[in-house]
């Protein structure tokens, strides 16, 4: 989602059959896609699987490393 007054950051990280949203790194959502495809039933007040996809989440995001773009002038 691009940045603009009314949203902030948002990420997704799908495991398996769950997504987790997240807004500069703070759990807005946890779905089972699966079993809700429409993300309508909001699971993230089960904190067992919570706690389990955002550690797996973190652990992830650890190994990303930024990337540097070149810039491309017009000849």
């Given amino acids: 989602m ?5 949203n902030a950051e948002r990420q997704a990280y799908i495991e398996n059959d769950l997504k987790l949203i997240l807004s500069n790194g703070r759990p807005l959502g946890l779905y089972d896609i699966s079993s809700d495809p429409d ?12 706690a ?17 773009v070149a810039e491309v002038r017009p000849n």
């Avoid at 691009?2 to 009314?6: L, W």
């Avoid at 993300?39 to 919570?50: A, G, N, P, S």
């Avoid at 955002?54 to 490393?65: G, N």
């Fill in 52 to 68: 389990q996809i955002v550690e797996r989440y973190k652990a992830f995001r650890r190994t990303l490393r930024p990337v540097r």
């Fill in 39 to 50: 993300e309508k039933h909001d699971i993230l007040d089960q904190v067992d699987k919570r």
């Fill in 2 to 6: 691009s940045a603009g007054p009314n």
